[in-house]
């Protein structure tokens, strides 16, 4: 199970943390991601993170704004996001993956087993 948190209403310019909390499985063996989407598109890929964390890639659109990041202690994935702007206006999703080899990650949406409900981000001018 995955639990979102750290949505909400933020001004443009400004900053947001989103945590997802998996339980009760082995989180430290888990590849991770960040998904999103926005009303009337399609799922978007934002960032994943292999099980170490030693692997990161972002998506284009984000990448230099946000930062994904795990504390495998606390079963919790993070993702830091700055400098935000309106069109980064969505739900986002966590999600989680058993690795088909070591410190894989994965940016399609479809190669996840388990989401989150999500949580509600909405950037205003």
């Known amino acids: 199970r995955l639990v979102e948190s750290g949505g909400g209403p933020v001004q443009a310019g400004g900053s947001l943390r989103l945590s997802c909390v998996a339980s009760p499985v082995d989180f430290n063996y888990l590849a991770m991601g960040w998904f999103r989407q926005a009303p009337g598109k399609e799922r978007e890929f934002v960032a994943t993170i292999s099980h170490s964390g030693r692997g990161i890639s972002y998506g284009e659109s984000v990448r230099g704004r946000f930062a994904i990041s795990r504390d495998n202690a606390r079963n919790t994935l993070y993702l830091q996001m700055g400098r935000l702007k309106p069109e980064d206006t969505a739900v986002y999703y966590c999600?989680?993956?058993?690795?088909?080899?070591?410190?894989?990650?994965?940016?399609?949406?479809?190669?996840?087993?388990?989401w989150g409900q999500g949580t509600q981000v909405t950037v205003s001018q």
């Open positions: 999600a989680a993956k058993r690795p088909r080899t070591v410190d894989s990650r994965y940016s399609t949406a479809a190669e996840y087993d388990h």
